[in-house]
């Protein structure tokens, strides 16, 4: 990274707008451009406005280099957030088609000689319910493009080095002139690299990276939810020219569990009674996912209801609380009866029809209960 001060290369002030950053760069990139400055160093300077241009003209990257200043920014000391927890969005690198912007060229898709940050990747990561609700850690092996360890990245053999093309003399772009028109294309020599390899070294064959395997420790959080993706800073592929390392984003998929059901951080499982014990009421136990749970069913309990036992959910990310537990109740009518049992139900059936068989449902939230219903209609 070059060493001079950013705003300084560009030659403005610190609280320059955007427009201004821009107007500066066009200038700059101008007078130093290697086609039409023949100073020996303008290549070097040109890299400097490339440079500069791309962290000033990118918000979040002026914003950091703001607060940290050159030398930190320089070192990296930004950036190095290690593992991130949390899930983001996938940002994009700011490497734009700044040529066509600036010299109007076409819309199509120019490289040109900085440093390209490496293509994020993306890993589908199966885990059980359990693992999501509890959190989980666990080593995964992606397999990513890496800086070739022969050639230490630039793609010349052992012992030799790149060499800066003739053609566009490390620029990657020529210019060419049509009476006012100019324009600007990618050097058909080195392709945009700036430089070309007279010996290339026979690990990479020239490309600087090879397919490397990496084993990459990953923490899930208590609570994660299903399709969430998460942002390893760092673990993509290399980049090129010296560009930094695209992201890994790990995205979760969490396989159902027979029992739990799960919607948002609450669980949901059913209990079968029969309908002595729905008429009577009785205790039972029931299976969470924190243990064995007590619940009292209450006298007169119909086919259906749902009971709610707090806090015994999935933890919310970033939070301690829990979500809760619903028991959705299914009453079932008892088979293969014996003949006591049956004359017993036969005395209860003849006392019941000489009383009315009418109940007064409790008030159930109509709409939830529904839902429950729904959810286990699946059966
Ligand atoms: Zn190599
Ligand atoms: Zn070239």
Redesign the pocket.
Known sequence: MSKKDFYEVLGIEKNATQADIKKAYRKMSMKYHPDKNKEHDSTEQFKEVQEAYDVLSDVDKKSQYDQYGHQDFNTGGFNQGGYSSGFEDMNFSGFGDIFDNIFGGSRSRKKYNGPIKGDDLTYRFSISFMEAAFGVEKDIVIRREDICDTCGGDGAKKGTSKET?P??KG??Q?MSSMGFFQSVRT?P??NG??T?IKDPCQTCHGQGRVKKERKIHLNIPAGVFEGARIRVPNEGDAGTNGGSYGDLYVIVNIAPHKDFKREGNDVYSEAKINIIQAALGDTIEINTIHGKEKLEIPEGTQFGSTFRIKDKGIKKLKSNSNGDHYIYVKVVVPTHLSKEQKEQMSALKYSLSNSPLYYKPRKEKKVFFEKIRDFFSGE
């Open positions: 093309c053609m566009c620029a990657g020529v050097c020599q080195c690299a700036g070309i």
